[in-house]
């Protein structure tokens, strides 16, 4: 293959990963690194490496739209991202003392948990706790976004935002220690602890997963984990099909979102059940 | 009911985000036609992808290295340049948003995103000494 073959099938890639991205809420590694080591034979780090900057482009580029059309909610989001920082602190901080074999399993179980709890939908009307209501209003959580598959206002008002602040310091703490983009848990996390609907969900995780990837950025970036030659087309194809695929979301239904989400879950679990198990 | 208009906080934020990613996407674009372009040879040869993407490659990840290949007009120091506008494109946003929160005069979130930035300064810090 030739490096002008290898940037445009990588651009393509890219593209697609960013387009789902940024629907789902993830930051497109789940696709960038298995086409990058398994098709293209590059090295895991610089794979690694390169989906970091798939997750920073497909979060910015997103959130851009987003924002703007109220579906990403900013104070869920900077609220949440207390967790996911210093979960990502801890992550690195213990990463050396734990093997990250078991950890795979253990993330490979709770994202299968994960995919039939979002498959089963929501229990209706759990009792929430009075004073964890109390906070969600404290915190001024509750918001509205048009719904353009609906063609209405949809107003919302997230429940239980304490356990849904462990819980994204648990992504956190799983995004510093496996470095994978953790949209997948926050996602579910948004989903099950907070009863947000699934768009905002994916449009506010989108939102955050920028700055929890920044920062290992800055790491591998020293490492010498980025490839120019390799992040480069990852860069450029993964903005466009952000673009492409923030135009997308207003107008999917909610149920096609939570199926695509679902199988995308059951796609990252097997994968991770399979790196650990073989070690 | 129609359509809202967005809040003025929110196309802010939105503003931000998109200039940051066109910026650097368009210098990372440029680095990539400006290889090419010195490097006539990678259109071509089967063996240059190899030498691009070994681990153990020449390209630069030091500030200094990225710097002084960028001002020698070297293409991967421009991409370099413009990948590392990109990795800093959500955290102006958190510090953006401290900015934002204040002209609200919503204190319990300034509070909240002066953490986040304190706690995102560290991560770079210890990821710098680890």
Redesign the interface.
Known sequence: MTPLLFVLAVGAISFAAGTLGSLLGLGGGVIVVPALTLLLGIDIRLAIGASIISVIATSSGAAAAYVRDRLANLRVAMFLELGTTSGAITGAWVAGMLHPRWLFVLFGVILAYSAVAMLRGRRVAREAHHHEQRLAKRLALAASYYDDARGAEVEYEPTRPMLGLVLMYLAGVVSGLLGIGSGVLKVPAMDLAMELPIKVSTATSNFMIGVTAAASAALFFARGQIDPFIAAPVAIGVLIGAFTGSKLLGRLSNRTLRVAFVIVLIVVSVQMLIKGLRG | ?K??E??W???A???L??A??IT??TI??L??VL??IHHPR?????T??RE??D?K?H????LEAVRDQALDGRG?GL??V???L??????A??AF?IAVFSIEKDG??VV??I??LL??A???V???A?
């Open positions: 009911m359509e809202q967005p809040r906080a929110d196309l934020i939105s503003t985000l998109r940051g990613v650097s996407v990372v674009l680095g990539l290889t090419f990678y259109v071509t040869s089967h240059a992808l691009l993407t681990p490659g390209y630069p990840h030091g991967e991409v370099m413009g990948l590392l990109l990795i800093a494109t959500p955290v946003r958190v948003s319990t979130y909240i995103t953490i986040v706690l995102l560290t991560s770079f210890l990821g710098a680890g």
